[in-house]
């Protein structure tokens, strides 16, 4: 099967994202089949107006992503299975609304359980651990600071609180990105009112750290359940809003010239 590259330049954007972008697509949507070797070098180059940096760049990410395998020498393939590529995130989709909402409930589906489980099994270092968290959340906010760092110091400490590694390490491989205000700025609002929903977050995080120092699970699991919640809902009406701008500047003026 022949691949027809013409006439797909990039833009200039990010070159290696977007050249390693439209080959994933390519991939994955069966333009090019497993096992079948990708367009040469030159011909990427010439097809995609890039270098040829760009282009070992694009391929060595798209290896790193399980899509393609290298044979020195011969040039790069098809995975034989792609289905088995390693889950990632891209952090620049990040920055959509829909996207943040999406990985808020994948969120839910994880941390909801990690925090029951953190009320089962926490020990005495892990409340300390979390206390820690608070007090620079607190600090942060008396600051003006956002706090994204600390607030997601305050997960991972409830993550690893359920004495399951998995929690955590499941956290640390998403990031910071997973709380949104480090990716979304959009329709916030002014600083009073941003340093008010902080102080919401924070009284939020107190309900779990209590339940979980009750040695409470549905107590915890509801507390954590209402916290991401609020965020996901919050950040559903942000997009709401931003929708209703948009469609509202796309409408034609009224008495404007014929």
């Given at each position: 099967?022949?691949?027809?590259?013409?006439?797909?330049?990039?833009?200039?954007?990010?070159?290696?994202?977007?050249?390693?972008?439209?080959?994933?697509?390519?991939?994955?949507?069966?333009?090019?089949?497993?096992?079948?070797?990708?367009?040469?070098?030159?011909?990427?180059?010439?097809?995609?107006?890039?270098?040829r940096t760009v282009v070992r760049e694009?391929?060595?990410?798209?290896?790193?992503?399980?899509?393609?395998?290298?044979?020195?020498?011969?040039?790069?393939?098809?995975?034989?299975?792609?289905?088995?590529?390693?889950?990632?995130?891209?952090?620049?989709?990040?920055?959509?609304?829909?996207?943040?909402?999406?990985?808020?409930?994948?969120?839910?589906?994880?941390?909801?359980?990690?925090?029951?489980?953190?009320?089962?099994?926490?020990?005495?270092?892990?409340l300390r651990a979390i206390d820690r968290?608070?007090?620079?959340?607190?600090?942060?906010?008396?600051?003006?600071?956002?706090?994204?760092?600390?607030?997601?110091?305050?997960?991972?400490?409830?993550?690893?609180?359920?004495?399951?590694?998995?929690?955590?390490?499941?956290?640390?491989?998403?990031?910071?990105?997973?709380?949104?205000?480090?990716?979304?700025?959009?329709?916030?609002?002014?600083?009073?009112?941003?340093?008010?929903?902080?102080?919401?977050?924070?009284?939020?995080?107190?309900?779990?750290?209590?339940?979980?120092?009750?040695?409470?699970?549905?107590?915890?699991?509801?507390?954590?359940?209402?916290?991401?919640?609020?965020?996901?809902?919050?950040?559903?009406?942000?997009?709401?809003?931003?929708?209703?701008?948009?469609?509202?500047?796309?409408?034609?003026?009224?008495?404007?010239?014929?």
């Amino acid at each position: 099967m022949i691949v027809q590259l013409a006439g797909r330049h990039l833009r200039p954007r990010n070159l290696t994202t977007e050249l390693a972008a439209r080959l994933a697509e390519d991939v994955t949507q069966g333009r090019l089949a497993p096992g079948q070797r990708l367009p040469t070098e030159q011909a990427l180059m010439a097809a995609y107006g890039v270098s040829r940096t760009v282009v070992r760049e694009a391929v060595s990410a798209l290896r790193t992503e399980g899509l393609v395998t290298t044979r020195q020498g011969v040039g790069a393939f098809v995975a034989p299975d792609v289905r088995l590529r390693p889950f990632r995130l891209d952090h620049e989709r990040l920055r959509s609304i829909s996207e943040v909402v999406a990985l808020m409930e994948l969120r839910m589906g994880v941390e909801i359980e990690a925090a029951g489980f953190a009320a089962e099994r926490r020990r005495a270092a892990d409340l300390r651990a979390i206390d820690r968290t608070l007090g620079e959340i607190d600090r942060a906010l008396d600051r003006g600071d956002a706090a994204v760092d600390a607030d997601f110091a305050f997960h991972r400490a409830v993550a690893r609180a359920a004495r399951n590694e998995h929690f955590p390490r499941f956290l640390e491989f998403l990031g910071r990105f997973i709380i949104p205000r480090q990716s979304v700025r959009a329709g916030q609002g002014g600083p009073a009112e941003q340093a008010a929903y902080l102080r919401r977050v924070q009284a939020e995080h107190r309900e779990i750290r209590l339940a979980i120092a009750n040695g409470d699970p549905d107590a915890a699991r509801q507390a954590m359940r209402a916290h991401l919640s609020n965020s996901r809902e919050r950040y559903k009406a942000i997009g709401a809003a931003e929708n209703r701008r948009r469609r509202k500047a796309a409408m034609p003026q009224k008495g404007g010239t014929p």
